[in-house]
């Protein structure tokens, strides 16, 4: 169900429907949630299930949302007067979120330190973040919020901030920066006091801004595990 949501996304991609391509990211997102949940749940792990679940994220946190970002780069290069846009070069920025998402699901299938935290951006947070751009761009004035988010609709808008994204999101796909995961061993708050910041303050900027609030909730989650290195790395 993962692999089918983010083959279906590419195809929204080719058809021009992005916020479709979106949701079916989120889509794979969800399947691939519920599908590790069940493996723990019902004690039903396997090497086949580890490779073939890696398999399915490389097309829908890699391929899916490296086409998708080359689309939107490719729509904000018309027209433009930088020789790398005009050149066509820019949309292939795009090609390292695969490329970085195939490398950090290569590095966790062998790498035994991410039970409990990871190591480099979990790419399910990176396809989420380049998916959520679409909503928020052509979606966002549909969608009532409480407070303005227009700095975020000309922040996304601009092809050079994408492109500067793109990059950024890709290295720390494949950093060595330690993010915390979300698995509670405990409900007590020492111990888990990053996963309960994160939790209320994904919720606050749901209040604020709906469904904008999706690539802040990432940010935020970037910065708490920068907040708490320390910790994670002890």
Known sequence: MNLSAGFISVIMVFEGQFVKASLFIFLAAIFDFLDGTAARVLDARSHLGKQLD????????????????????????????????????????SLLIPVCSALRLGKFNIDERQEENFTGL????????????PLVVLLGDSIP??????????????????????????????????????KFKS????????????LAGSLLLVVLFSVNAIPLIILLYFLLSLVFQKKLTA
């Open 54 to 93: 890696s398999l399915a994220d490389i097309v829908s946190f890699g391929v899916a949302p490296g086409i998708l970002m080359f689309q939107l780069l490719s729509v904000g290069c018309e027209g433009s007067c930088n020789i790398l846009e005009r050149m066509h070069i820019t949309p292939y920025f």
């Open 122 to 133: 979990p790419t399910p947070g990176n396809a989420i973040f380049f998916a959520s751009i």
């Open 145 to 182: 919020s409480l407070l303005p988010f227009g700095f975020l609709v000309s922040f996304f808008s601009n092809t050079r901030s994408l492109a500067i994204l793109t990059v950024l999101f890709s290295y720390l796909l494949i950093s060595d920066f330690r993010m915390f995961s979300m």
């Open 187 to 198: 409900m007590k708050w020492n111990g888990n006091e990053h996963r309960y910041l994160f």
